[in-house]
């Protein structure tokens, strides 16, 4: 955020902003508690699920548990992220709830500006977590191509698991061949937990390049100073 320098200095530190917001909170007798563990977290209040002007903002809640995750975005917001080309990705640890591990941010470009549109409450970084993040969207429309750049311990990590649920959605083996004779065909709810698989897809194309040869090469570059990282 580009702040003009004659107002940096009437700016409040960050340690003076939550102690701001946490004594408005204690005055509100309307105000909710904030749990100290994520498996206390409850039902999340119904005017806390929509934005001020009324429209949708929790996309996603995996449900009660140590491992939480809860999604947010508006059904505006998955539009224009949907109709991006490009697509970032990026974590922060610093700003997240003590509850959770950190907050996971989906950013597209509208009219030449990059802005989030998307936002995650993670309970780690997990393979599994990310896996499951990206499961709860329905991901870009078929005809587009999708490049994903992976980049440091985070990206990878993310990325291995993107990849995994890719391959196992569009039944694509370690290969690259496809496995379609072995993959079931499970319901839309189904895939959102393991993966499922459509034989009738051929959306595939928007994330694999395929070869002459029949092969589906991931549209995808892994970056990372320490090759032990990326590993094979």
């Known amino acids: 955020m580009n702040i003009p320098l004659f107002a ?11 102690r701001t917001i946490n004594r408005k909170r204690q005055l509100n007798p309307a105000g909710f508690s904030n749990p100290k563990k994520l498996k206390d977290l409850g039902d999340i209040p119904e005017e806390l699920k929509l934005t001020s002007s009324g429209e949708t903002f929790l996309h996603f809640d995996s449900g ?15 539009e224009l992220l949907y109709d991006s080309e490009i697509w970032q990705y990026d974590g922060t640890f610093s700003t997240s709830p003590n509850i959770f591990y950190q907050v996971y941010t989906i950013h597209g470009f509208v009219e030449n500006n990059l802005v989030p549109l998307a936002y995650a409450l993670l309970p780690n970084k997990t393979k599994e977590t990310y896996g499951k993040l990206f499961a709860c969207f329905d991901l870009l429309p078929k005809k587009k191509e999708c490049f994903s750049i992976h980049v440091g311990q985070a990206g990878i990590q993310m990325g291995n698991a993107c990849w995994e649920l890719y391959c196992l959605e569009h039944g694509i083996g370690m290969d690259g061949n496809t496995t379609r004779s072995r993959s079931p065909k499970l319901k839309k709810e189904d895939s959102i937990e393991l993966g499922g698989y459509n034989p009738e897809d051929t959306s595939f194309g928007t994330f694999f390049s395929e070869t002459q040869s029949g092969k589906h090469v991931p549209r995808a570059i892994f970056v990372d100073l320490e090759p032990t990282v990326i590993g094979k």
């Open 8 to 18: 940096a200095p009437s700016i409040p530190q960050y340690n003076t902003m939550q």
């Open 64 to 78: 009660f548990g140590p491992d939480r995750i809860l999604v947010f975005a508006t059904p505006s917001g998955l």
